[in-house]
């Protein structure tokens, strides 16, 4: 009989060891011939990117040795690290972000020395197609050369051979290039580019151009797009028509064109449902061709991903394989696609899916512990009521341990998750980290308040202008909505964010201090102008859009900035940082705890060195998750059952 002990102090075998350990992250599965490869982001080797391939025998090889790390520095976010054929594997070092090639010869034998094939300076590439017509491959390239000016994006072609140097600009000027794809025959190229301050998202161009017998580019012609429609991974049917996600009708749905007419892919899907994703990295895929008549497309419904299967030539449209919800890439191998995916219940692994019965084959897992079921708690799906006279949508989870039952009359506190992005979404497949807080009695809510995607143009356009309002607003609605259902304790609600997320947690914090009991920010913003002068080009002209244009929104700026209203901070707040993270500098984190500091709060700040954009050694995983349950043990008065280093928390009454 299970024995009642009180919320947060529910023994759990999802240790922070185990949430680590699926930190390895499995990605970008790509197809040549009968093998198969994916990248694995493995936090035991310091985050290290490596390259796995398997053969049709089911014998797994790494093909990047230890010192090599499969990963671009591309819009910082990068994605696209890699791509192969006919045996030569080309992929991106992210020590020197050089492009190194490997070719079947040498894999086969063995042991591996990569080959560089561009020099050493200061060039970034990404998201590459191979021209085997050519000798080369086409991709996206960041020029960082010129010290003072923003770096200069384009489109190259670089040889195979490595006799290209840094590589052929086929396109520029525009600020920002991806998806380079060449038609079957290699005649025509296709690509999406956009310009400041747009992101990916907001409105992107699709062009097309005749590829010459030199290679270059001839006859560019504008096809679809513009600063109020985004385009997404354009692409050749086998027959050689143009194929492309657009969001011209709110939702991003599939559309093929002739350049001259463009018509909708003829889906019968519900109206609600899109297939686009956004763009922070580069090569991602929510549809393929697996025979010139069959069509694989995932699409999310209701915060979830599926995958579905059309005949063209019967417009027949079905789902398959409704138990897996696919991440974002595909891979056509015959007569399956290749995914990432992952269930409320099982976390992700490779598997190959047969488009016509569903059957699945598991290629890779992550390793680990396997949790019994009586541990996991099932997200449901939940609408509620918001400002505005509006409605969102966020994931509970509700406390879940077969071991454990809460003291009579007790509800628990309530964990509302802020995404990162902001313009991104949250995820329903089993997250240990999410686990980690729901097996110990906590229930969780992942908000996935307006702005997300998945739920159309419109949706995401609330938060233009709106950044630190409608997201804050729909985070408080949703810990009101919960707590008047009787599913959270009013008074132990806590808010946790990341980057993006990590702003909403700190604006809702300061601006409705009565509401959270306490919040964990991992490196997140707290100042807007600091980020601004502080960013990327990717997201350097961003906020002109989720807030105002700069300098004449200054005012705002400073008002909707968590490093103003420190006064206004009531509750303990724990910070956590990377100390070369360069999306979001240390310096955010600093000023949050230097403030806090000054003004008596109570406040704890964790930095690791070596850490990035986004924690991937194992041991700071481990690290801070165990911190944030020390820290809720402090501010709330319960015991953790687990043994964890404390924290030191300045300001903390009876500490």
């Known amino acids: 009989m299970s024995t009642p002990y009180p919320f947060g102090s529910w023994l759990s075998p999802i240790t922070a060891q185990v949430a680590a350990t699926q930190g390895l992250r499995l990605g970008a599965p790509s197809v040549d011939g009968t093998d198969i490869y994916w990248l694995e982001g493995r936090p035991a080797e310091g985050g290290r990117n490596v390259l796995v391939r398997r053969r049709a025998d089911g014998t797994l090889h790494e093909l990047t040795p230890p010192g090599f790390n499969v990963r671009t520095r591309v819009h910082e976010y990068g994605g696209g690290a890699y791509l192969v054929h006919n045996g030569t594997v080309v992929f991106s070092n992210f020590a020197d972000q050089r492009l190194y090639r490997l070719d079947r010869d040498a894999v086969d034998a063995g042991p591996l020395t990569p080959v560089p094939i561009t020099p050493e300076g200061r060039w970034h590439y990404a998201d590459g197609i191979v021209d085997p017509a050519r000798g080369r491959i086409v991709c996206v390239r960041e020029d960082h050369t010129v010290e003072g000016r923003e770096c200069v994006n384009a489109l190259v072609g670089v040889p195979l051979d490595g006799s290209g140097g840094a590589g052929q600009v086929l396109a520029e000027g525009f600020d920002f290039y991806s998806t380079p794809r060449l038609s079957p025959d290699g005649a025509r190229l296709a690509w999406i580019c956009w310009r400041h301050p747009n992101m990916p998202w907001d409105g992107t161009e699709l062009w097309v151009a005749d590829v010459d017998s030199t290679g270059a580019l001839t006859q560019a012609r504008h096809v679809a797009g513009s600063d109020s429609e985004s385009i997404y991974q354009p692409g050749w049917s086998p027959d050689g028509e143009l194929y492309f996600v657009s969001d011209r009708d709110d939702r991003w749905r599939l559309y093929r064109g002739r350049e001259s007419e463009i018509l909708p892919v003829p889906l019968a899907l519900p109206a609600e449902v899109e297939a686009g994703r956004p763009q922070w990295i580069l090569g991602t895929a929510t549809w393929m061709f697996t025979s010139p008549t069959r069509l694989v497309v995932s699409y999310t419904h209701e915060g979830r991903w599926h995958l579905g299967t059309a005949e063209l030539a019967t417009g027949v449209f079905r789902e398959f394989a409704p138990e897996l919800e696919p991440s974002a890439w ?114 969780a809510a992942d908000v996935n308040y307006g702005g997300s995607t ?202």
């Not at 056509?332 to 899916?353: H, I």
């Not at 980057?499 to 707290?526: C, D, I, Q, R, W």
Request: hydrophobic fraction near 45%; charge should be negative; charged fraction near 20%.
């Open 330 to 443: 595909l891979a056509p191998a015959g007569d399956e696609v290749v995914v990432v995916a992952g269930s409320a219940t099982a976390p992700d692994a490779v598997v190959a899916v047969h488009a016509e019965t569903g059957a699945t084959r598991v290629l890779r897992a992550v390793p680990g512990a396997s949790i019994d079921a009586g541990y996991l708690s099932i997200p449901q799906s939940v609408w509620f009521p918001t400002d505005g006279d509006r409605t969102a949508q966020l994931f509970y989870y509700a406390p879940r341990n077969r071991d454990c039952v809460p003291v009579a009359g007790e509800r628990p506190p309530l964990i509302v998750i802020s995404h990162g992005g902001p313009v991104a979404a949250a995820d329903s497949t089993l997250d240990y980290t999410v686990q980690f807080w729901t097996s110990r009695g906590f229930a």
């Open 454 to 655: 998945g739920f159309g143009r419109a949706y995401r356009q609330r938060l233009n202008g709106q950044w630190g309002v409608v997201d804050v607003a729909d985070c408080i609605c949703a810990a009101r909505f919960l707590a008047a259902q009787g599913l959270a304790d009013p008074a132990r609600l806590v808010i946790r964010g990341g980057s993006a997320g990590g702003f909403t947690t700190l604006a809702a914090l300061t601006g409705y201090p009565e509401v959270f009991k306490a919040g964990a920010s991992y490196y997140g913003v707290s100042d807007l102008e600091a980020l601004l002068h502080d960013s990327h080009k990717f997201e350097a002209r961003c906020l002109d859009i989720l807030v105002g244009p700069y300098p004449e929104a200054k005012a705002l700026y400073e008002a909707r900035s968590p490093i103003h209203a420190v006064d206004r901070l009531s509750c303990p707040l724990i910070l956590f940082q990377g100390l070369e993270d360069k999306v979001v500098p240390p310096n955010q984190s600093e000023m949050m705890a230097d403030a806090l500091r000054r003004k008596g709060r109570p406040v704890a700040y964790l930095a690791f060195a070596g850490e990035q954009h986004g924690f991937r050694k194992a041991e700071n995983i481990v690290r801070s998750l165990e911190a944030e349950l020390y820290f809720y043990g402090a501010v709330f008065g319960f015991a953790p059952a687990d043994r964890i280093e404390p924290v030191v928390i300045d300001n903390l009454p009876g500490r």
